[in-house]
Each structure stands twice: as C-alpha cells, then as structure tokens.
T-cell receptor, first 118, second 113 residues
Framework: AQTVTQSQPEMSVQEAETVTLSCTYDTSENNYYLFWYKQPPSRQMILVIRQEAYKQQNATENRFSVNFQKAAKSFSLKISDSQLGDTAMYFCAFMNLLSNFGNEKLTFGTGTRLTIIP | KAGVTQTPRYLIKTRGQQVTLSCSPISGHRSVSWYQQTPGQGLQFLFEYFSETQRNKGNFPGRFSGRQFSNSRSEMNVSTLELGDSALYLC????????????FGPGTRLTVL
C-alpha cells in the first residue's frame, strides 16, 4: 500500500523568505504522479504543482518548485519569496499508475499548516 | 467558467439515517472523484467516476456509494450513518481522471449526531 508522510505538521516563515515543505512516500510502483495541493483557510483546495515520476527534471511553477528524489522517495516543495496569500494547509499527494483501472487512487499526506508572517 | 459546486454545504443527520450529497463538475469535465476529510484520518479517497462508471475505489465500506449521471453530475450516498462519518466531503472534477489536475469543490460538512 502507498503511504505519504509529511513530517512537519506546522511551519511559519516571514514574508519574502523561502520555505521548504517535506514529503516522503513509499511505493513499490515505478510509474506514478506526485502533487502538492494547497487548501487556504475557508477556501477550496487547488493544485500547486505536479510531477511525473518518469521525468527527471524537477517541476516549477513560478515561485513554487519541487525537489524530486526518486531513489530516496522524497518530494519536497520550495516556496520562494513567500507571500501572505501562501498561508494555507499544504498536502502532498501520490497517484499510482496501474495497467488496469480499479485500484488507482490519490493518497494524501496529513498536511503541513504553513503560516506566512507579515 | 463556473467552478465545482457541491450541495448542500452543511448537513446534520442522526445515526442510522442515510444521506445523499451532490456534486456538479466543471463543464466538460468527465471525471468526478470524492474524498472524506477528517481531523483524525486526514484526506481519504472514496471513489472516482468517469462517464457514468465507477472507475476507481478507495478502502471504504459498502455503505458509501455513488453514481454519475450523463451530464457528469455525481451523487454520493452514505447509508446507515455512524458518528464516525462526520466529516467534510469534498468532490473534485477533472478532464480525464486522477492524473489530471483536480478542481475541488467547497465541500459538504456532514455532522452525524
């Protein structure tokens, strides 16, 4: 069974600083996707960034980038020049790719509550 | 383009009752997935529907069921409610499935008394 571990329940940083959220996962599969989702207070969850396991290049989306270490099964999220609007719960998620449908699912970590301090 | 909508937003039920939650996906999206979010268990995948067929299923008992209509709208049903079913139920839609970007709705907050 796949598991996703986020070891930092809460983090806080000053505005404009850089912060890294950690995520590790456990799987015996070779083909999978990894995601970071953001859930702002009282607002809908949105995708921050995604990474396909077969791609060696780390994904980036503006101020958001990942450090994907496939051998170590690590998928950390770096937020540069943090802004007040980055305050949210961040979930790391894993999606396995199987040859047959039926058992594919998104597995989420427990989340990291990030607070950006003005 | 309108986002994912869920109705009702809040619901209070008693043990033993059943409940139906509704999710309207973004226009053009054919995949709808459902999730349960609780403080203790976090976010857990319930199931995914694509073109009116359940395509993937998580590890929930048979009391949790769903369906999808030809317009991609989806309903989730929970029968014989238990106290532990109290949770925020989220649905998400996407173009092709779980590997695509999931667009989440605001959720339905279910309280079981």
């Amino acid at each position: 069974a796949q598991t996703v571990t986020q070891s930092q329940p809460e983090m806080s940083v000053q505005e404009a600083e850089t912060v890294t959220l950690s995520c590790t996962y456990d799987t015996s599969e070779n083909n999978y996707y990894l995601f970071w989702y953001k859930q702002p207070p009282s607002r809908q969850m949105i995708l921050v960034i995604r990474q396909e396991a077969y791609k060696q290049q780390n994904a980036t989306e503006n101020r958001f980038s990942v450090n994907f270490q496939k051998a170590a099964k690590s998928f950390s999220l770096k937020i540069s020049d943090s802004q007040l609007g980055d305050t949210a719960m961040y979930f790391c998620a894993f999606m396995n790719l199987l040859s047959n449908f039926g058992n594919e699912k998104l597995t989420f970590g427990t989340g990291t509550r990030l607070t950006i301090i003005p | 383009k309108a986002g994912v909508t869920q109705t009702p937003r809040y619901l209070i039920k008693t043990r033993g009752q059943q409940v139906t939650l509704s999710c309207s996906p973004i226009s053009g999206h054919r995949s709808v997935s459902w999730y349960q979010q609780t403080p203790g268990q976090g976010l857990q995948f319930l199931f995914e529907y694509f073109s009116e067929t359940q395509r993937n299923k998580g590890n929930f008992p048979g009391r949790f069921s769903g369906r999808q209509f030809s317009n991609s709208r989806s309903e989730m049903n929970v029968s014989t409610l238990e106290l532990g079913d109290s949770a925020l139920y989220l649905c998400a839609s996407s173009l092709g499935g779980l590997t695509d970007t999931q667009y989440f709705g605001p959720g339905t907050r279910l309280t079981v008394l």
